[in-house]
């Protein structure tokens, strides 16, 4: 854990429980359950034991907000045309290699940061005044400012606007029990279809984020699934194929999937996924009876009537 000089004054977060008299706090946010001692911060980068209370640096401190078409969070069947508000702070709760949001995820808030509190009525004013229908949770991982995201989609509901996340899905049942159901529509990226994969290139593991996705399935929260295509590393027919087969088995074949392309980032070198591999991940979902396949905006226009790009909109 790193130890650094505080940022933000922090909030008191919710999910700390103190260990023992020597101040050790153990965070109940999400599967990493980080045990920290006093001044540390959890993996996260945001997440600190301050003199033995676990505080959050995120918590009214945005340091992104924008309105943006929904399609390229990507949603392509929930408000489709509309524009969504998006907000954003530093740090993630996953260490993915291949990150392309590293500016963010990979950083947190420097020492002494006092940059002034944006509350939350201020963000559903800034979402209003943009003529946004919803506002995302959608630029590092929601997750890690969970007390701030459960604020802002409060104040949302009560002025007609829609609460939408876009998540790894790495989050403890309790805290998944509170934040998902302020939330109308949830987009959870799974990095590859395998164990392997999630703890050797992303720092953490793939069943809590199954259970997210099932959370939402079970619960009646509009669910679409994203799956970035790395070269080499997750594309193969297996892990495809693994993937769609349980979606197929845990979600259902009308779960809305979406394959996304990558770019280098982050120092990550694979090479940059082709439009091939991207149509053969799709033409494998239609193939299989799903009917509501994506691919990025970067794409071809696909040939099959049941693959669209998310900027399309949605029947
Ligand atoms: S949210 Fe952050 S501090 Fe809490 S367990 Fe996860 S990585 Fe650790």
Same mark, same amino acid.
């Given at each position: 854990m790193k130890k650094l000089p505080p940022a933000c004054s922090g909030h008191p977060a919710l999910f700390g429980t103190t260990e023992d008299a020597k101040g050790i706090v153990r965070c109940g946010l999400c599967p990493h359950r980080c045990r920290l001692a006093p001044g540390e911060l959890g993996l996260c980068r945001v997440r600190r034991n301050q003199a033995g209370t676990l505080v959050a640096e995120t918590y009214r401190h945005p340091v992104a907000e924008h309105a943006d078409p929904i399609s390229m969070l990507p949603? !392509?069947?929930?408000?489709?045309?509309s524009s969504a508000y998006r907000v954003g702070t530093f740090g993630c709760n996953l260490a993915c290699e291949?990150?392309?949001e590293d500016q963010l995820s990979r950083s947190s808030y420097p020492a002494g940061y006092d940059a002034p509190e944006i509350p939350p009525e201020d963000i559903v004013e800034n979402a209003l005044r943009f003529g946004c229908d919803s506002i995302a949770y959608a630029m590092n991982e929601p997750t890690i400012f969970i007390e701030y995201v459960m604020e802002i989609a409060t104040a949302a509901r009560r002025e007609g606007l829609k609460n939408v996340l876009v998540s790894n899905g790495y989050i403890l049942s309790r805290p998944r029990q509170m934040l998902?159901?302020?939330?109308d529509a949830v987009n959870i990226s799974?990095?590859?279809?395998?164990e392997e994969f999630y703890s050797s290139?992303? !720092?953490?593991?793939l069943q809590p984020v199954l259970d997210s996705c099932e959370y939402c399935r079970k619960n009646g929260i509009h669910l679409e699934v994203t799956d970035l295509l790395i070269p080499r590393y997750n594309d193969s027919g297996k892990m495809i194929g693994g993937f769609l087969d349980w979606v197929a088995e845990r979600l259902g074949r009308d779960t809305p999937v979406h394959f996304t392309a990558y770019h280098p980032a982050g120092g990550f070198t694979a090479p940059p996924t082709t439009v091939d591999s991207v149509m053969s991940a799709a033409n494998a979902a239609t193939l299989r009876g799903f009917t509501r396949v994506a691919t990025n905006t970067e794409m071809p226009e696909p040939a099959c009537p049941a693959i669209q790009k998310p900027s399309c909109g949605a029947a």
């Amino acid at each position: 854990m790193k130890k650094l000089p505080p940022a933000c004054s922090g909030h008191p977060a919710l999910f700390g429980t103190t260990e023992d008299a020597k101040g050790i706090v153990r965070c109940g946010l999400c599967p990493h359950r980080c045990r920290l001692a006093p001044g540390e911060l959890g993996l996260c980068r945001v997440r600190r034991n301050q003199a033995g209370t676990l505080v959050a640096e995120t918590y009214r401190h945005p340091v992104a907000e924008h309105a943006d078409p929904i399609s390229m969070l990507p949603f !392509g069947w929930f408000l489709p045309g509309s524009s969504a508000y998006r907000v954003g702070t530093f740090g993630c709760n996953l260490a993915c290699e291949f990150c392309l949001e590293d500016q963010l995820s990979r950083s947190s808030y420097p020492a002494g940061y006092d940059a002034p509190e944006i509350p939350p009525e201020d963000i559903v004013e800034n979402a209003l005044r943009f003529g946004c229908d919803s506002i995302a949770y959608a630029m590092n991982e929601p997750t890690i400012f969970i007390e701030y995201v459960m604020e802002i989609a409060t104040a949302a509901r009560r002025e007609g606007l829609k609460n939408v996340l876009v998540s790894n899905g790495y989050i403890l049942s309790r805290p998944r029990q509170m934040l998902y159901p302020l939330m109308d529509a949830v987009n959870i990226s799974i990095k590859g279809f395998s164990e392997e994969f999630y703890s050797s290139i992303c !720092g953490g593991h793939l069943q809590p984020v199954l259970d997210s996705c099932e959370y939402c399935r079970k619960n009646g929260i509009h669910l679409e699934v994203t799956d970035l295509l790395i070269p080499r590393y997750n594309d193969s027919g297996k892990m495809i194929g693994g993937f769609l087969d349980w979606v197929a088995e845990r979600l259902g074949r009308d779960t809305p999937v979406h394959f996304t392309a990558y770019h280098p980032a982050g120092g990550f070198t694979a090479p940059p996924t082709t439009v091939d591999s991207v149509m053969s991940a799709a033409n494998a979902a239609t193939l299989r009876g799903f009917t509501r396949v994506a691919t990025n905006t970067e794409m071809p226009e696909p040939a099959c009537p049941a693959i669209q790009k998310p900027s399309c909109g949605a029947a």
